[in-house]
């Protein structure tokens, strides 16, 4: 029994996936991503392996998640076979909406995997990347990866991710909870779940580490189970899986009923963005190629969209409204000077866009943690107390707005889960 280990640039995990598959008796044959997708339905399965995917362009996964190979890989999950996605193979798979699954091809996804956020004592101790050794507890085994764990069992395996935190709406939460599609939470060692840092590593919504679809033969999983012999169990599950011959169209259950929570917007539906009363706008742009905004047009181009893409860095920040003016551009040169906006050695104030027939969107994190870094750093590190509020955005403009439908259906520049779209209006 062979699985296809998907090579997309960027991924870097593809030796330890073989070698775990081949720990449970099974074969794994690398697949790269410029092959011949129809070559993928010889295999028997497929492992999306961790790294940097497109070196998370746009956002993590995304561009991957657009490659024409998925759809084979969706087409052939629809049959039964196990699709197992890694750290970045997971982020690939969700905003492909493999998982949970439940929508038609082009859907917006119905989850989110964004920026970590560690939370102690009702504070935040920490954001971004972590790598630990975590507890892993098994909420199921009626799936393609937990059959051979019995329910309850706890793994101790790595971690190692700086967008890790599933996030959802309440409701698909409870569809997730409630149709068995959580495969494994973070416990404590004795099995136990404590919402807080270290044992919820990133702020997962509910302790999620692994989610599946509701037929039960895709997982998404963030830890690394594949990097030590403690998680082999996921791997003997996919096995058993395939000698029974559930990938041939087994499992718990066929399809999803999961409803679509978020639904992606159209133009009309964008709100526009109005700056706060007083704000002031900082917006940056890279001196050398950028490459996220090139493979995002590189990406665009392969779906029959022939738009030209810049990429900004947006900054919308508010100060104490009674700072005199002398003050206010005082604060101003020393943000500029800190080096917490920008790096001057590669990037450059500019004016916001400007352009006849283009357009641009302003996209947003909900849970804007980079920018409440940067706030914290300049407040507590620079003693610029006079600042407010500060926000962070990218700023995507399309040099001919009559693909911005188009765009917007790939969500390719906003995963709506966890993202917000602004119509920014051209200076």
Not at 67 to 91: F, T
Not at 208 to 229: K, L, S, Y
Not at 406 to 413: F, K, P, V
Request: net charge negative; proline share 6%; hydrophobic share 35%.
């Amino acid at each position: 029994m062979t699985i296809g280990i998907i090579q997309f640039p960027g991924t870097n995990c593809e030796r330890e996936s073989r070698l775990a598959l081949e720990r449970a008796g099974l074969e794994g044959r690398f697949f790269r991503w410029n092959q011949d997708p129809a070559l993928l339905r010889d295999l028997d399965g497929y492992l999306l392996a961790g790294g940097f995917s497109y070196e998370d362009r746009s956002r993590s996964g995304i561009i991957a998640a657009l490659d024409p190979l998925m759809e084979v890989i969706r087409q052939e999950s629809d049959r039964g076979k196990p699709v197992l996605g890694i750290c970045n193979g997971a982020q690939i798979l969700v905003e492909a909406g493999l998982v949970p699954g439940g929508g038609a091809p082009g859907d917006p996804p119905l989850v989110a995997l964004t920026t970590n956020r560690r939370v102690a004592r009702g504070r935040v101790v920490g954001t971004g990347f972590y790598n630990a050794w975590v507890t892993l507890r098994a909420e199921t085994d009626e799936t393609a990866f937990t059959g051979a764990i019995p329910r309850g069992t706890c793994l101790n395996v790595p971690a190692a991710h700086a967008e890790g935190r599933f996030v959802m709406s309440p409701q698909v939460y409870r569809e997730l909870d409630e149709g068995g599609m959580i495969a494994f939470r973070y416990t404590d060692e004795a099995g136990q779940v404590q919402e807080e840092f270290p044992v919820n590593p990133n702020g997962s919504e509910g302790n999620i580490a692994a989610i599946t679809n509701r037929r039960g033969n895709v997982m998404a999983i963030m830890p690394h189970p594949e990097r030590t012999p403690l998680g082999d169990g996921i791997f003997h599950s996919l096995r058993e899986y395939l000698e029974k011959g559930s990938g041939k169209g087994g499992g718990k259950g066929s399809g999803s009923e999961t409803p679509p929570a978020v639904t992606g917007p159209s133009r009309d539906e964008l709100p526009r963005f109005e700056p706060c009363q007083g704000a002031h706008e900082l917006v940056v742009r890279l001196i050398i190629t950028d490459n996220a905004a090139v493979s995002v047009e590189t990406a665009l181009a392969h779906r029959g969209v022939a738009a030209g893409i810049t990429r900004r860095v947006h900054w919308e920040l508010s100060l104490d409204p009674g700072l005199p003016q002398s003050r206010v551009q005082e604060v101003l040169e020393a943000i500029r000077a800190s080096g917490e906006l920008y790096n001057s050695n590669k990037e450059e104030l500019v004016p916001p866009p400007a352009g006849k027939g283009a357009v641009s969107l302003l996209v947003r994190e909900r849970d804007d943690i980079h920018g409440r870094r940067v706030l914290e750093a300049l407040q507590n590190w620079f003693g610029l107390q006079e600042i407010r509020s500060l926000r962070r955005g990218i700023l995507w403009t399309i040099d001919d707005e009559q693909w911005l439908e188009q765009i917007l259906a790939s969500h390719i520049l906003l995963n709506p889960v966890s993202q917000v779209g602004l119509l920014y209006d051209q200076g």
